[in-house]
């Protein structure tokens, strides 16, 4: 009755209408707060309940139950629930198509569940297209890959070689760079940046070969990727310069000095001890036989260029050989006579022992050897022999050999011709053999005998068809070393 009386009261002091429900709003709300927490009988409002089912926090059929207490169908708790469900984002829903994780049906349903009008729905779908980078866009107009819409000082080629062309691209590369915000105007520049010109090497290169003009180098060093202000450096270090070994050819061709020679190879960046190195490797000696022949020649090492004169300097200095090798290389420059020669002339007496040592030495041959040979050449260093003797042995030796392999003469008068000439006697024997094998490979032929029996027996001539005459007789004769004389003497003989 308290409660009644303070709330009667109120009322009563306070009066009728919103003045009265402000005042008497804190004596009720206690009231409320005290009857609610000994009920607990409020239910949950719809929205509450759709998005407590939506999330999973209570089961459809709960939502339903509870909702029909406030006084919903289950169908309307049902619709609730579904608009309390969200889809996928839109970003997603494509990707999810893209990779074939839903259909379009399931992606149609999505954008109604983010509630996106009807008319966007095909243009949204047609992102599930990307398109291409505009680099990407850029490139393919340089490549030809894509048509060209204008931006290219030279066209790609249009003809086909022997290696098939690849197809040009059916997509429009304005339309694909406008998908990425860029109009014409900003993929011409994307255009003009990815092709790039020749390189620095190339540019200066085809400048020095007359193929371009130096307004040309230029622009190929604003168009790559070096500063404009590096151009004439590129330029200049692009121009050919010789080698380093080509400039060493040079000092040892006589045509610089050392110190041009240094200039030169430090222009590659290559120090004096190194280009010095280098000196010593390109520098050639000549064969050791030709040192042996120019020492034995007078010779001198190390010699000088300045002793050499001309054109034989030159000529040493363009093969590349070394200074300190000049002068023997100047003495060895003759050809001398051979072995045979020397034998012979000292043979016969033209030379001594000592010239004939001499010469073989200069021509190469080992000391000893040149010793030994030489004196069995003139019959030792003590013995002198007469010219005239020598020629006599000589001629001797030629007519024993011709006799015998004419068979004029037998085995006995030319072991005793060859010992008149100085043969060894155990060494007859193997001259008889090689003359004699001789003898069977050249001399297959009638022997003077019978020739002259041929001719008194009438007998036939192969050689002419008809009987032996005295003049075929005459004729072979003269062919075997006789005199007229002495072939006239012979046929007449019985």
């Known amino acids: 009755m308290a409660f009644w009386s303070r709330l009667t009261a109120a009322i009563a002091g306070l009066g009728i209408g919103e003045a009265a429900g402000a005042a008497i709003e804190p004596v009720m709300e206690p009231l409320r707060q005290d009857a609610w927490l000994k009920s607990k009988s409020k239910v949950l409002d719809l929205g509450t309940l759709a998005q407590l089912a939506a999330a999973g926090l209570i089961t459809p059929d709960a939502a339903r139950s509870e909702g029909a207490r406030s006084g919903y169908a289950p169908d309307r708790v049902d619709r609730a629930i579904q608009l ?62 894509m048509h060209d819409p204008g931006f290219l000082p030279v066209g790609p080629p249009t003809a086909t070689g022997k290696v098939p062309a690849f197809p040009v691209s059916p997509l429009d590369p304005l339309a694909e760079a406008q998908a990425h915000g860029i109009d014409e105007a900003r993929l011409f520049v994307e255009t003009a940046i990815v092709g790039l010109p020749l390189s620095l090497q190339e540019a200066a290169s085809a400048y020095f070969r007359g193929i371009i003009e130096l307004a040309d180098f230029e622009r190929a060093v604003s168009e790559g990727n070096t500063r404009n202000e590096w151009g004439a450096a590129a330029l200049a270090q692009a121009r050919r310069i010789l080698t380093a070994g080509e400039y060493t050819e040079l000092q040892l061709r006589g045509f610089s000095t050392r110190d041009q020679r240094l200039a030169d190879a430090a222009k590659h960046g290559m120090s004096v001890e190194d280009s010095d190195k280098l000196y010593d490797v390109l520098g050639r000696a000549p064969a050791i036989h030709t040192v042996v022949i120019g020492l034995a020649r007078g010779g001198k090492y190390p010699g000088s260029y300045a002793n050499v004169p001309e054109p034989f300097r030159s000529e040493i200095q363009r093969s590349n050989i070394r200074e300190e090798w000049a002068e023997i290389v100047y003495a060895a420059r003759y050809t001398y006579p051979s072995g045979f020669q020397i034998r012979a002339e000292a043979q016969k007496g033209d030379l001594t022992a000592a010239e004939a040592e001499e010469i073989l030495l200069e021509v190469g041959w080992a000391p000893k050897w040149a010793t030994f040979f030489a004196d069995k050449w003139t019959g030792g260093t003590t013995a ?3 010219s005239h003797a020598a020629k006599a042995a000589n001629q001797l030796w030629t007519t024993a050999h011709r006799s015998y392999i004419a068979e004029e003469i037998d085995d006995a008068t030319a072991t005793a011709a060859l010992g008149r000439v100085g043969v060894a006697a155990g060494a007859v024997p193997e001259v008889l053999s090689l003359w004699q094998e001789e003898r069977s490979l050249i001399r297959k032929q009638l022997t003077p005998t019978q020739i002259r029996k041929a001719v008194k027996g009438a007998v036939l001539n192969p050689a002419t068809g008809a009987a032996w005459t005295e003049a075929d007789a005459m004729a072979a004769l003269l062919a075997r070393g006789y005199s007229q004389a002495d072939a006239q003497v012979f046929l007449a003989e019985a």
């Open 84 to 145: 309390s469900l969200t889809a996928a984002p839109v970003a997603e829903l494509l990707e999810l198509w893209r990779r074939g994780k839903i259909s379009e049906a399931l992606v149609d349903h999505g954008l109604a569940k983010a509630r996106i009008e009807p008319q966007y729905w095909a243009p949204i779908k047609e992102l599930f297209f990307g398109r291409l980078d505009p680099a990407i866009i850029a490139t393919a107009i340089q490549r030809g890959i």
């Open 384 to 386: 002198a022999t007469d």
